[in-house]
């Protein structure tokens, strides 16, 4: 997608739920990574798809496996920013991992159905998401999906709060 935050909504909704099992800065900054590859195209115009092999199933898994084990290195202030947040967990080096690599391949699934250069299954040049569903609604998907990861996180922000709250007063 042109705009990478189109998908944070639609991606915050699969990974708000499993907060205690996935990273949600790694999960969602996956998404950020993996369309580095287009802006780099846009801006400096190799002769190099726009959407290539970051675009991969196979490109994606990398990608997103090297970025949860980049991020992993910095853990403490990136769980610190989640406290912030109240989606904080404590995550080990698999969570960052897996939790790079679902947020890239989602990537690389909201965008297959949009575009005709992406292969997700590199070698092969078959793209059988494209216009699987209609362009127009993916991005509506993306738009209406803000609303339910808006509640979701609200209601995930309260009940960490409660969890802490609860946490003090049996001590």
């Not at 801006?43 to 992993?72: N, Q, R, V």
């Not at 990136?78 to 080096?93: A, D, G, T, W």
């Not at 391949?105 to 209609?134: E, G, M, Q």
Request: aromatic residues 18%; hydrophobic residues 50%.
């Amino acid at each position: 997608m042109p705009f990478t935050p189109f998908h944070f909504g639609a991606h915050a909704c699969v990974a708000l739920p499993f907060y205690k099992k996935i990273n949600i800065f790694v999960f969602l900054f996956a998404n950020v990574i993996i369309d580095i590859e287009p802006l780099i195209v846009i801006i400096f115009k190799p002769t190099y798809p726009l959407h290539g092999y970051a675009h991969t199933f196979l490109g994606a898994t990398i990608i997103g496996g090297i970025w949860g084990a980049i991020s992993f290195k910095f853990k403490e202030p990136i769980e610190k920013l989640l406290k912030i947040f109240r989606v904080q967990s404590k995550y080990n080096l698999k969570q960052y991992v897996v939790s790079g690599i679902t947020g890239a391949l989602l990537h690389v699934l909201f965008d297959a159905p949009l575009y005709t250069d992406i292969k997700p299954f590199y070698t092969f040049s078959l793209n059988p998401f494209y216009r699987i569903i209609p362009y127009e609604m993916v991005y509506k998907i993306c738009v209406v999906l803000f609303i339910p990861a808006i509640i979701i996180y609200i209601l995930k922000a309260i009940k960490y709060k409660d969890d802490i709250i609860n946490t003090f007063a049996s001590h």
